[in-house]
């Protein structure tokens, strides 16, 4: 153990997990892991203990143990270290390898910035992977819900979430309006007034490493296409250089593996050679309507940080909405599991919301441990708990004759069914 842990426990009954090859992202991962916790602000409190006792049993079912180690940001480390995101849980995280939270909050336009966002950028997790499917049961506002089966590499450190702005009013953000209208030449570009000015920044590093592992993901999982999603038909330099470097990445490295949508065209008619991924890419505001109209069509997307939040929240509102919808993000021989809904801070402790976007969260987690079968697990007992209709108020309110379940209530249920299913 490397670090000195202030205020946090290392459990004594579990065993780190350890990187038997960074550049192949290889782990070594021990029957009874230790695994940092972070149950996170508002419904935190709930949905984390719920996904903590989903996990611990499919761990238990497959043979294995979980040891949880409980560790805090936000509000729950604000009143344990007067801070929001302590070094003993960056350490954690470092230290243990795999991770789970659950959300954090977010003031809107003023006070902290994203923890999620410091989160992800201290512990360089540079890719958010959302997985989008449907599970039997769930209500749907579109007519064929299963259609929906994608998978978004969202690219985590850079765009307008590197949080590089200027305030409006303030002597810097003076500086920058001066300089990008009189030394770079953009004269009357900016109105005048109360300005605010952000810089949106893409790097052919971030871009590549990003499209590469959403390509690596393909092939791993037998996917037929990585449709890269951008804007650079107006932002030319920054989300076209996405696309174009992500090009590169596929055809300088890949060779056989990939064919462009082109190549798909021109020189197969339309008919995909087996054992190959397609590489094609779509206009964001395009691929949005697509989402919907063309569903079927799409498998994994490569996206940056903005286009990626829209891109999965609008995926996920077509197999029932952010209360379901899993997320992680990854790093070099690194894992931090999280849900992509919000804190929603009103229904904090009340025992009622959905756990299923955190509870699949750590399916997400125990695949990228090697654990599949856990992972497996996880996803059919909580389909079949929602398939018996036996739900939380958001799902319940839909379905005729459901029954109306707890937080609690509804990991019992799950838990049950793993057990079953074992």
Same mark, same amino acid.
């Given at each position: 153990?490397?670090?000195?842990?202030?205020?946090?426990?290392?459990?004594?009954?579990?065993?780190? @997990?350890?990187?038997?090859?960074?550049?192949?992202?290889?782990?070594?991962?021990?029957?009874?892991?230790?695994?940092?916790?972070?149950?996170?602000?508002? @419904?935190?409190?709930?949905?984390?203990?719920?996904?903590?006792?989903?996990?611990?049993?499919?761990?238990?079912?497959?043979?294995?143990?979980?040891?949880?180690?409980?560790? /805090?940001?936000?509000?729950?480390?604000?009143?344990?270290?007067?801070?929001?995101?302590?070094?003993?849980?960056?350490?954690?995280?470092?230290?243990?390898?795999?991770?789970?939270?659950?959300?954090?909050?977010?003031?809107?336009?003023?006070?902290?910035?994203?923890?999620?966002?410091?989160?992800?950028?201290?512990?360089?997790? /540079?890719?958010?992977?959302?997985?989008? /499917?449907?599970?039997?049961?769930?209500?749907?506002?579109?007519?064929?819900?299963?259609?929906?089966?994608?998978?978004?590499?969202?690219?985590?450190?850079?765009?307008?979430?590197?949080?590089?702005?200027?305030?409006?009013?303030?002597?810097?953000?003076?500086?920058?309006?001066?300089?990008?209208?009189?030394?770079?030449?953009?004269?009357?570009?900016?109105?005048?007034?109360?300005? #605010?000015?952000?810089?949106?920044?893409?790097?052919?590093?971030?871009?590549?490493?990003?499209?590469?592992?959403?390509?690596?993901?393909?092939?791993?999982?037998?996917?037929?296409?990585?449709?890269?999603?951008?804007?650079?038909?107006?932002?030319?330099?920054?989300?076209?250089?996405?696309?174009?470097?992500?090009?590169?990445?596929?055809?300088?490295?890949?060779?056989?593996?990939?064919?462009?949508?082109?190549?798909?065209?021109?020189?197969?008619?339309?008919?995909?050679?087996?054992?190959?991924?397609?590489?094609?890419?779509?206009?964001?505001?395009?691929?949005?309507?697509?989402?919907?109209?063309?569903?079927?069509?799409?498998?994994?997307?490569?996206?940056?940080?903005?286009? #990626?939040? /829209?891109?999965?929240?609008?995926?996920?509102?077509?197999?029932?909405?952010?209360?379901?919808?899993?997320?992680?993000?990854?790093?070099?021989?690194?894992?931090?599991?999280?849900?992509?809904?919000?804190?929603?801070?009103?229904?904090?402790?009340?025992?009622?919301?959905?756990?299923?976007?955190?509870?699949?969260? #750590?399916?997400?987690?125990?695949?990228?441990?090697?654990?599949?079968?856990?992972?497996?697990?996880?996803?059919?007992?909580?389909?079949?708990?929602?398939?018996?209709?036996?739900?939380?108020?958001?799902?319940?309110?839909?379905?005729?004759?459901?029954?109306?379940?707890?937080?609690?209530?509804?990991?019992?249920?799950?838990?049950?069914?793993?057990?079953?299913?074992?």
């Amino acid at each position: 153990m490397s670090h000195e842990y202030e205020k946090v426990d290392v459990p004594s009954d579990g065993e780190a @997990i350890e990187v038997v090859d960074e550049d192949a992202d290889e782990l070594d991962v021990p029957e009874n892991p230790i695994i940092p916790i972070i149950h996170g602000d508002g @419904i935190g409190k709930d949905v984390g203990p719920a996904a903590q006792k989903v996990l611990t049993a499919a761990a238990e079912a497959t043979g294995r143990d979980i040891s949880w180690m409980r560790v /805090y940001a936000g509000e729950s480390a604000r009143e344990k270290y007067d801070e929001n995101l302590p070094e003993d849980t960056v350490e954690a995280i470092k230290e243990f390898k795999v991770a789970i939270k659950g959300p954090l909050t977010t003031p809107v336009g003023a006070g902290f910035r994203s923890l999620n966002v410091a989160l992800r950028k201290t512990l360089d997790l /540079y890719a958010n992977v959302r997985p989008t /499917y449907h599970l039997d049961g769930v209500p749907s506002p579109v007519k064929d819900p299963g259609e929906m089966d994608m998978v978004t590499f969202r690219e985590n450190t850079e765009d307008v979430y590197a949080g590089i702005e200027w305030e409006a009013g303030t002597d810097e953000v003076q500086e920058v309006k001066q300089f990008v209208e009189g030394e770079m030449g953009f004269d009357n570009t900016i109105h005048e007034g109360p300005v #605010g000015i952000g810089v949106k920044p893409i790097t052919e590093y971030g871009t590549k490493r990003l499209v590469r592992e959403a390509i690596d993901y393909a092939i791993e999982e037998d996917r037929d296409s990585v449709t890269l999603v951008h804007k650079g038909n107006i932002m030319k330099f920054t989300e076209g250089a996405f696309r174009d470097w992500g090009y590169e990445v596929a055809e300088e490295e890949y060779g056989e593996d990939i064919i462009t949508e082109d190549e798909l065209w021109e020189e197969y008619d339309g008919e995909q050679p087996a054992g190959t991924i397609v590489v094609n890419d779509r206009i964001a505001d395009n691929m949005l309507q697509q989402l919907l109209t063309r569903t079927s069509e799409y498998d994994v997307i490569a996206t940056m940080n903005l286009n #990626g939040d /829209y891109m999965s929240d609008a995926a996920g509102a077509q197999i029932g909405g952010l209360g379901i919808a899993p997320g992680a993000n990854f790093g070099t021989t690194r894992c931090l599991a999280e849900p992509v809904h919000g804190s929603a801070p009103k229904y904090a402790g009340e025992d009622k919301v959905n756990p299923t976007a955190m509870i699949l969260s #750590g399916r997400l987690m125990l695949e990228y441990m090697g654990w599949k079968d856990a992972g497996t697990l996880v996803r059919d007992a909580v389909e079949e708990t929602i398939s018996s209709g036996k739900v939380t108020y958001d799902l319940e309110r839909q379905i005729e004759g459901g029954e109306k379940l707890a937080t609690s209530e509804f990991a019992d249920e799950v838990v049950n069914n793993i057990e079953k299913l074992s």
